[in-house]
């Protein structure tokens, strides 16, 4: 039997796959679901519940490595706004309008499945917000069966879905605020916000100025990942016309987007995607919660984004995106129904009832593997399937 592992080229293909993180992502998060109902249940719970630092090690991650994640998001946020695909407001009007409908109608599909009594209102939001490593990852997988324009469509849309995201946390999920603390974060950032007027471009400053605003915005009540964002829109992106490096920006992108991507997502994923389904029964899926959700992310991610869409493109607003017809803009509207790492996030910060957060990882997984289903049934060819709108 040969146990010769795999060439180390093998490897590195597979990491350097568009795919690559979100089948990893999918793969970690069905352990975690094994794992939580295996005979390591209680080991991975009581590590997940131990503490280290002040925190327990569920919060370092949800707290600390996802700023990470959301300084990611915050770098790739400016970069397209300024110079990428979202730079003119030609190309922000289809995923700018898709976005909103992607994020007003599952809001409303969720909180109209919790306004009866016992509904948990609080938690609409959870439904609005894309995966786009997974919905990249699934549409990956399909090859040249999808255009290249519905990949930027479906990245640009995912990018201003993350800032709604963003804002929603920031405005809805906010605790009780420390002035001491929030000023501090307020001196932190002016001082990041002069170092950008300079045209600082040591990293090292701003990613140590970047942890004193997280510790100061941990304190405050201000959700602490939002500290990645405040940084990434600090980082220069411009240099002058004799500068012969990279921008800082996309710099401090590159090397991160790896460490992000194989590591911080695939951590969250494994810790927060474990549900004990220990007297788990089909009716549980009829909770508001879980209900609002799931059907939140599969119904109304897909409906509110096409139709967002099909009224922009037949206003003369914006433009159906080059070689893509009605099925497949379709289909990758579908694929915004997967919202599993932020959809997970902000159900955490919704629900403290660890039988509530059950209720949201269920809805989540459902929801997803739904859409991500459909989505690439749809964007699968089938001659004389095309559907137009008139």
Same mark, same amino acid.
């Given at each position: 039997?040969?146990?010769?592992?795999? #060439?180390?080229?093998?490897? !590195?293909?597979?990491?350097?796959?568009?795919?690559?993180?979100?089948?990893?992502?999918?793969? &970690?998060?069905?352990?975690?679901?094994?794992?939580?109902?295996?005979?390591?249940?209680?080991?991975?719970?009581?590590?997940?519940?131990?503490?280290?630092?002040?925190?327990?090690?569920?919060?370092?991650?949800?707290?600390?490595?996802?700023?990470?994640?959301?300084?990611? &998001?915050?770098?790739?946020?400016?970069?397209?706004?300024?110079?990428?695909?979202?730079?003119?407001?030609?190309?922000?009007?289809?995923?700018?309008?898709?976005?909103?409908?992607?994020?007003?109608?599952?809001?409303? @599909?969720?909180?109209?499945?919790?306004?009866?009594?016992?509904?948990?209102?609080?938690?609409?939001?959870?439904?609005?917000?894309?995966?786009?490593? $997974?919905?990249?990852? %699934?549409?990956?997988?399909?090859?040249?069966?999808?255009? @290249?324009?519905?990949? =930027?469509?479906?990245?640009?849309?995912?990018?201003?879905?993350?800032?709604?995201?963003?804002?929603?946390?920031?405005?809805?999920?906010?605790?009780?605020?420390?002035?001491?603390?929030?000023?501090?974060?307020?001196?932190?950032?002016? %001082?990041?916000?002069?170092?950008?007027?300079?045209?600082?471009?040591?990293?090292? +400053?701003?990613?140590?100025?970047?942890? /004193?605003?997280?510790?100061?915005?941990?304190?405050?009540?201000?959700?602490?990942?939002?500290?990645? @964002?405040?940084?990434?829109?600090?980082?220069?992106?411009?240099?002058?016309?004799?500068?012969? +490096?990279?921008? #800082?920006?996309?710099?401090?992108?590159?090397? +991160?987007?790896?460490?992000?991507?194989?590591? @911080? =997502?695939?951590?969250?994923?494994?810790?927060?995607?474990? /549900?004990?389904?220990?007297?788990?029964?089909?009716?549980?899926?009829?909770?508001?919660?879980?209900?609002? /959700?799931?059907?939140?992310?599969?119904?109304?991610?897909? &409906?509110? /984004?096409?139709?967002?869409?099909?009224?922009?493109?037949?206003?003369?607003?914006?433009?159906?995106?080059?070689?893509?017809?009605?099925?497949?803009?379709?289909?990758?509207?579908?694929?915004?129904? +997967?919202?599993?790492?932020?959809?997970?996030?902000?159900?955490?910060?919704?629900?403290?009832?660890?039988?509530?957060?059950?209720?949201?990882?269920?809805? %989540?997984? =459902?929801?997803?593997?739904?859409?991500?289903?459909?989505?690439?049934?749809?964007? =699968?060819?089938? !001659?004389?399937?095309? $559907?137009?709108?008139?």
């Amino acid at each position: 039997m040969n146990s010769t592992p795999p #060439p180390m080229g093998m490897i !590195r293909a597979f990491f350097s796959m568009e795919s690559a993180s979100g089948l990893i992502l999918m793969a &970690v998060a069905a352990m975690a679901l094994v794992v939580a109902n295996s005979a390591f249940a209680p080991s991975y719970f009581g590590i997940l519940n131990s503490y280290a630092g002040g925190l327990s090690i569920l919060h370092w991650i949800n707290d600390g490595l996802m700023a990470v994640f959301f300084l990611l &998001v915050g770098l790739e946020i400016k970069r397209e706004l300024l110079e990428g695909e979202l730079s003119t407001w030609q190309r922000r009007a289809l995923p700018g309008f898709a976005a909103l409908g992607g994020m007003i109608v599952p809001g409303a @599909v969720y909180y109209a499945c919790n306004l009866a009594e016992g509904g948990q209102a609080r938690g609409w939001a959870i439904p609005t917000a894309t995966d786009i490593a $997974f919905a990249l990852g %699934v549409l990956a997988l399909l090859g040249s069966r999808a255009p @290249v324009s519905l990949k =930027i469509f479906l990245t640009a849309l995912a990018i201003i879905d993350d800032l709604g995201a963003v804002l929603i946390i920031a405005i809805f999920y906010t605790n009780e605020i420390d002035l001491r603390f929030l000023g501090g974060a307020a001196a932190t950032l002016g %001082v990041l916000g002069l170092l950008n007027y300079r045209n600082v471009t040591w990293l090292s +400053i701003y990613c140590a100025l970047g942890i /004193v605003l997280w510790a100061c915005l941990l304190k405050s009540g201000v959700h602490a990942t939002l500290a990645g @964002v405040l940084l990434a829109l600090t980082i220069p992106l411009r240099l002058s016309a004799q500068a012969t +490096i990279q921008p #800082p920006l996309k710099r401090l992108e590159h090397s +991160i987007h790896p460490f992000v991507g194989f590591l @911080v =997502i695939p951590i969250f994923g494994f810790a927060n995607a474990g /549900v004990s389904l220990t007297g788990f029964s089909l009716p549980a899926l009829g909770e508001p919660v879980s209900l609002g /959700v799931a059907l939140g992310l599969f119904a109304g991610k897909q &409906v509110g /984004v096409f139709l967002a869409s099909a009224i922009a493109i037949k206003a003369g607003i914006a433009r159906l995106p080059d070689g893509a017809n009605w099925r497949q803009l379709y289909g990758v509207c579908a694929l915004c129904g +997967i919202g599993f790492t932020m959809s997970l996030f902000i159900g955490l910060l919704a629900f403290d009832a660890p039988d509530i957060q059950n209720q949201v990882k269920l809805g %989540v997984m =459902i929801g997803s593997a739904a859409s991500a289903i459909l989505g690439a049934a749809l964007l =699968i060819p089938k !001659r004389g399937t095309d $559907f137009k709108l008139r």
